[in-house]
């Protein structure tokens, strides 16, 4: 669906299709705080069946979902080992520590976006008065649009779970790196005690993120859900748009990799444009004394990007091939002046 304009802000500017408002607006409700909800409820349980695990919680955002994972593992004075680069410990206002007086423990990420095996490990504390009690690792997949591999992650949970931690993913992109890798979404989550997985983003729901764990572990995640503001009512016509994400939006997600793939290979072309690209993000660093006037100049354009050097710039159901070229033309355009 190609509209005027190219958003390469991010894959969270999706707006709903015509499909998912059906399902939306025929979608049954019922309170969901008593449990009543069918659309909440059904979504839950299509998720945990499809991951491998027992039970689900629906939620507004990813943010309130790792929140509400990490004040599930951990109590007032634990401690999460978490990538400098991680979502959870860079981009979630600190919440882990401000509400949920956890403290992060940041690790290093490799550049392949892993936590390096030794490090997890020094990291971890001994049983002492002076540490705060080390108790859960939290990875995230894909990171910086990076996929971790199944392999990496079975060894990191067993580490972890060996030295009695806890294991959560932030799977915001889990559909992204299970695409990437050409893995069931279910091989990425083995070994991890939690999972939350975004709808809001490749997936193209409006909102919502699902949290995934063992019954009892769910069953406790309501109370900080709550907590945090997190209890819906009528929220069906939210999980609506995530079961019709599921099913409709998932294989389609190579897509948008590939357009990344095509946006990447068409920058590369241009001189002096240094390019990365990853699942459905392509990262490009431009020289400095060229970067101010390249975003007004390509949202003259119709392209919008965030002026962040280096640029990223992220593919999604609402980009298509055709809006691509256009904006490795703008690219081109500006680069030749
Ligand atoms: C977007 C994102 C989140 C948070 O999701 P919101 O719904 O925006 O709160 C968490 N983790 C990662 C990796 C994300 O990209």
Do not use: W
Request: proline share 5%.
């Amino acid at each position: 669906m190609a509209s005027e304009i190219v958003d390469l802000r991010s894959d969270t500017v999706t707006k709903p299709t015509p499909g998912m408002r059906r399902a939306m607006a025929e979608a049954e409700v019922g309170d969901d705080v008593f449990g009543d909800d069918p659309t909440v409820n059904r979504l839950q349980a299509v998720l945990a069946e499809r991951l491998g695990f027992e039970a689900g919680l629906f939620m507004p955002s990813g943010t309130q979902s790792n929140l509400t994972a990490l004040m599930t593992h951990c109590q007032r004075g634990d401690e999460v080992i978490v990538g400098q680069q991680a979502h959870t410990f860079r981009y979630e206002g600190g919440g882990a520590a401000v509400l949920g007086s956890i403290q992060p423990q940041p690790v290093e990420n490799a550049p392949d976006g892993s936590l390096p095996l030794e490090k997890i490990a020094a990291a971890i504390k001994p049983d002492d008065p002076h540490f705060a009690r080390t108790r859960l690792l939290a990875l995230e997949n894909t990171i910086g649009g990076k996929a971790l591999a199944p392999a990496y992650c079975a060894q990191a949970t067993r580490l972890a779970h060996a030295r009695g931690l806890a294991t959560h993913l932030d799977g915001a992109r889990l559909f992204n790196a299970a695409a990437a890798l050409g893995a069931d979404a279910r091989e990425l989550v083995r070994g991890f005690d939690s999972v939350s997985v975004c709808l809001s983003k490749g997936l193209g729901a409006p909102v919502g993120s699902v949290l995934l764990g063992r019954r009892e572990f769910i069953a406790a995640a309501r109370r900080p859900r709550k907590m945090l503001g997190g209890g819906l009512r009528q929220a069906g016509v939210l999980a609506a748009a995530g079961l019709y994400a599921l099913e409709h939006h998932v294989a389609r997600l190579a897509e948008d990799h590939e357009n990344a793939a095509r946006l990447a290979a068409g920058l590369r072309a241009i001189d002096g444009l240094q390019v990365e690209h990853a699942t459905n993000m392509v990262f490009v660093e431009v020289p400095p004394q060229r970067f101010d006037a390249l975003p007004p100049f390509l949202r003259e354009r119709g392209i919008v990007v965030l002026a962040h050097n280096p640029l990223r710039l992220v593919t999604h159901l609402d980009v298509d091939r055709a809006g691509i070229e256009r904006a490795v033309a703008a690219f081109a355009a500006y680069f030749r002046r």
